[in-house]
């Protein structure tokens, strides 16, 4: 088995890797104090002068897969990007990774990638044309309207925001939460599930419709805290639709396909997040290695402790296995689908996010009382990674997967109890 890179998985890794040392980990310092200057939900300007410089570089919407055999609608939309196959983009997520905001810089962050792959697969091309168009290009940010409050929504068959057809619009009526991105001034459109019909199979009943944020009855009635954070300028919102009139152009693929386009979406979207969360680790063991060579308690290094050492150990040995998992993963999307990787994705999402948050614990306990405070981003890093535990799907949904994967290779197991 060779696990050697190819020339172009190299190039563009190393690519993304300088352009993050030369243009974005100098800026840090202006990012954090332009983040905490004035208004919380806001456009950060160094942001903004690092994506023109990348763009420039050519290292912009590296996310976008080729071409073929994706969009459901042949037309000649023309896109910028370099459109990588996953494991390339992989091993450039995970340096995106290293650095909070590094992501938007590339135009490569969440949520924007997954609605991206949306209107790029199922949109028609005038949908393409007012939507897809500014977001590539980095103009508007967006937004993906699926979770609710009141029901349980890892199961996204129990949704209940109704889209009643009216002429030649929809009427939707709903609440719903954890709407990321909505707190950005430039958020200008999201991808809303809800359904149009409450009868029939529990899978043909969603359905997805664009909505433009500007539209009667839209209202983001709160931001939401991440263990005190509040994400700004990002952030997550809960949002009321009230007799919202959407038109009937703005349904994407047809009445009945939401569920399907929520799994073309998330599959990618999984795998992206688990991509940029193993550089998340890699900034974690990098701090907490620095930590503990720099600091003396009980007359030696606290590196030189035993404990320590145990620690450093295992963090390292949890990153390379979860590091190889995610690129088995991305290499199987490319050679066989994503269906095909379905049991990988699965185990990917689990294990990554639980790997990062053990590393991380590590290093704020490193760093000792300071690890908590806003001196070092360990704390709020930490605070992030927890939520993917829920994001895209929680751990329960795909250890459920996972496990009935396993059961089902002893088709013939008989109970022993029963046989008695």
Not at 57 to 75: E, K, Q, T
Not at 325 to 349: F, H, S, T, W
Request: proline share 4%; aromatic share 8%.
């Amino acid at each position: 088995m060779d696990f050697t890179l190819n020339d172009r998985e190299t190039h563009f890794r190393d690519r993304v890797k300088a352009f993050i040392e030369r243009e974005i980990r100098p800026r840090v310092p202006d990012y954090h104090r332009q983040n905490h200057e004035g208004e919380r939900w806001k456009v950060i300007p160094v942001i903004e002068e690092v994506k023109a410089k990348a763009r420039e570089a050519g290292l912009w919407n590296l996310f976008m897969p080729p071409r073929s055999g994706r969009a459901h609608v042949d037309d000649e939309f023309a896109f910028q990007g370099e459109q990588l196959t996953n494991l390339e983009y992989a091993l450039c997520a995970e340096e995106m990774g290293r650095i909070a905001w590094a992501s938007e810089c590339f135009n490569c962050s969440a949520p924007d990638t997954g609605n991206m792959e949306v209107f790029h697969r199922y949109g028609t091309l005038a949908q393409k044309e007012r939507w897809l168009r500014p977001l590539m290009e980095g103009q508007i940010r967006s937004a993906f309207l699926m979770t609710e409050p009141a029901v349980a929504s890892s199961d996204a068959t129990n949704i209940q925001t109704s889209m009643v057809r009216d002429g030649d619009h929809y009427v939707v009526n709903g609440r719903k939460w954890w709407s990321s991105g909505v707190g950005d001034p430039r958020c200008k459109v999201a991808i809303l599930m809800g359904k149009t019909s409450f009868e029939g199979s529990r899978h043909q009943q969603q359905s997805m419709l664009i909505l433009d944020l500007g539209t009667p009855g839209v209202r983001v009635e709160r931001m939401l805290s991440v263990y005190g954070y509040d994400h700004a300028p990002h952030g997550h919102g809960e949002v009321v639709l009230d007799n919202v009139r959407i038109p009937v152009e703005n349904m994407l693929l047809g009445e009945g396909r939401g569920f399907e386009i929520a799994q073309g979406r998330l599959g990618p979207g999984r795998i992206h997040h688990c991509m940029r969360t193993i550089g998340v680790a890699e900034a974690g063991i990098e701090a907490m290695a620095q930590r503990l060579l720099s600091r003396v308690a009980f007359g030696k290094r606290i590196a030189d402790h035993s404990v320590w050492e145990q620690r450093i150990a295992r963090a390292r040995i949890d990153i390379e296995m979860t590091r190889l998992l995610c690129l088995k993963a991305a290499d199987m999307m490319d050679k066989a689908g994503n269906k095909a990787a379905q049991l990988e994705i699965a185990m990917i999402k689990v294990q990554a996010p639980t790997m990062a948050l053990q590393i991380l614990d590590d290093a704020i306990q490193a760093h000792g009382g300071g690890g908590v405070s806003q001196d070092f981003p360990l704390a709020f890093e930490w605070a992030h990674v927890r939520t993917l535990r829920f994001a895209d799907g929680p751990d329960e949904v795909h250890n459920r997967a996972i496990a009935r994967a396993e059961f089902g290779k002893y088709p013939d197991a008989r109970s022993e109890v029963a046989g008695r």
